[in-house]
């Protein structure tokens, strides 16, 4: 069983700056890939950010330059540093953990920016 735990959502006013946590947990061999996705009632999830086991990083066009994701898939551990936060930023940011054959979700932490 592998679990993962988001900490850090909250309210935060437009142009602040908010950092998420997410921790892995279980029978976890090797990550591959940890990231964030985030969702808004009514839309399909999103790419936010992803880290890959070798350092390599993706962002969504739309958080390139605020947002930036760091940790150690080694240590099962990814983080969220966003910052010029906007409104449309508003979600439920979702960690991800992609072992060998299966992506795990977290339960989600919302985050909400007000203008």
């Known amino acids: 069983q592998v679990q993962l735990v988001e900490s850090g959502g909250g309210l935060v006013q437009a142009g602040g700056s908010l950092s998420l946590s997410c921790a892995a947990s279980?029978?976890?061999?090797?990550?591959?890939?940890m990231g964030w996705y985030r969702q808004v009632p009514g839309k399909p999830r999103e790419l936010v950010a992803t880290l890959g086991s070798g350092g390599s990083t993706n962002y969504a066009d739309s958080v390139k330059g605020r947002f930036t994701i760091s940790g150690d898939n080694a240590k099962k551990t990814t983080y969220l540093q966003m910052n010029s936060l906007k409104p449309e930023d508003t979600a439920v940011y979702y960690c991800?953990?992609?072992?060998?054959?299966?992506?795990?979700w977290g339960q989600g932490t919302q985050v909400t920016v007000s203008s």
């Open positions: 279980g029978m976890i061999f090797s990550i591959t890939v």
């Open positions: 991800i953990a992609d072992l060998s054959v299966r992506r795990y």
